[in-house]
C-alpha cells in the first residue's frame, strides 16, 4: 500500500469516513498531513507503535472515547477574540440595541455560539455585553456557547489563554480590565467566566435541550460542511432562531443557493441573515 508521510490511502480514507459519520466535517484527501502532526502523539500516548497500529485498532473495535479523540484532533479549532471585528461591531450598534427594544416586557435575550472551540468567540460577546449592555444582568440572559469536543469545551471553561491567544484580537483594555495575569497565561475573571454557558454539542444530531435563540453565531463551521449538511444545517437553525433574530456566518460562507428561507442583511461591513418573515 502506498505511504503518503506515513499514512497510508486505505487508512487515510478510514480516517476521512470516520470522522464525516460523527461530525459531518470533509476532511478533505489532500490533509493527510493532518493526520501524520496530530495522529502520531496519541498514537504514541495509547502505546501503539505507529498511527497504521492506531488505525487499525479503531477499524476492529466498538466506537469509543479513543475514537472521539481521534476524530477531535483531525477537525480544525481555529478562533479568536473579536475576530473579523465586524460582526462585533453589528452587535454592539444594531442587533443588540434593536432586539434590546423589542424585548424591553418580557426582558429576555438568548444567544448562541455553535462551534464555539476554545471559547474565545463567546468570551467576546460577554465583555461586549458587560461593557455596553450591562442592563441585561437583570435580564433573563442566556449566553450558550457549544462544540462537540470535548477537549476544547475543557479550555473554554477554564478560560485561560496563553499570551500569543490574547494578542490574536483582544483590545488591551478589555484584557486589563476582564483577565488577570498568572504566570505567562491570562485568566478571564469570574464575571466574564460565569456569563457563559458551555454544552456539548454535535451540530448533526440533536439541539433539542436549546431554548430558541436570538442570536446565532455560526462562523466558519458551514466551510467545513458538504452541501447536504449545508442545507440540514441551516434547516435546523431556521427553527432554532426566532422570527426576529439574526444569523451570523463566516465571511466565505452564506444561505444563498441553500435555503430560501433567510435573507442577507448587511450593518457598514458586517453580513448577518434574517428569516423572510
Not at 466535517?25 to 501503539?48: G, R, S
Not at 472515547?65 to 473579523?84: A, G, P, W, Y
Not at 448587511?266 to 453580513?271: C, E, L, P, R, S
Amino acid at each position: 500500500m502506498k505511504q503518503t508521510k506515513g499514512v497510508s490511502t486505505s487508512d487515510f480514507q478510514f480516517l476521512r469516513e470516520l470522522v464525516y459519520n460523527h461530525s459531518a466535517v470533509v476532511l478533505y484527501a489532500d490533509k493527510t498531513y493532518l493526520a501524520e502532526l496530530y495522529l502520531q502523539p496519541i498514537a504514541e500516548l495509547a502505546e501503539f507503535a505507529s498511527i497504521a497500529d492506531l488505525v487499525s485498532y479503531l477499524r476492529t473495535q466498538p466506537f469509543s472515547s479513543l475514537h472521539s479523540q481521534v476524530i477531535e484532533s483531525l477537525v480544525t479549532n481555529e478562533t479568536s477574540f473579536f475576530r473579523d471585528t465586524q460582526p462585533f461591531e453589528a452587535l454592539k450598534k444594531v442587533v443588540l440595541p434593536e432586539l434590546i427594544a423589542k424585548r424591553t416586557i418580557e426582558r429576555s435575550l438568548n444567544i448562541w455560539c455553535a462551534a464555539c472551540s476554545n471559547g474565545q468567540e463567546p468570551y467576546s460577546i460577554a465583555m461586549l455585553i458587560r461593557e455596553h449592555f450591562p442592563m441585561l444582568a437583570n435580564w433573563s440572559f442566556k449566553l450558550i456557547a457549544s462544540d462537540f469536543s470535548h477537549k476544547v469545551l475543557a479550555k473554554a471553561r477554564q478560560g485561560r489563554y496563553n499570551q500569543l491567544e490574547i494578542q490574536r484580537g483582544l483590545p488591551k483594555n478589555f484584557r486589563d480590565r476582564y483577565f488577570q495575569q498568572i504566570d505567562h497565561d491570562w485568566q478571564i475573571n469570574d464575571e466574564i467566566l460565569q456569563m457563559v454557558e458551555f454544552r456539548q454539542i454535535n451540530l448533526v444530531q440533536s439541539w433539542s435541550s436549546l431554548p430558541k435563540s436570538d442570536v446565532i453565531f455560526l462562523r466558519n463551521v458551514l466551510i467545513y460542511f458538504d452541501i447536504p449538511t449545508k442545507k440540514a444545517l441551516l434547516k435546523k437553525i431556521k427553527q432554532q432562531l426566532n422570527p426576529d433574530g439574526y444569523l451570523f456566518l463566516g465571511n466565505a460562507e452564506t444561505t444563498i443557493h441553500l435555503d430560501t428561507s433567510f435573507e442577507r442583511v448587511q450593518f457598514d461591513k458586517a453580513i448577518c441573515y434574517r428569516l423572510n418573515n
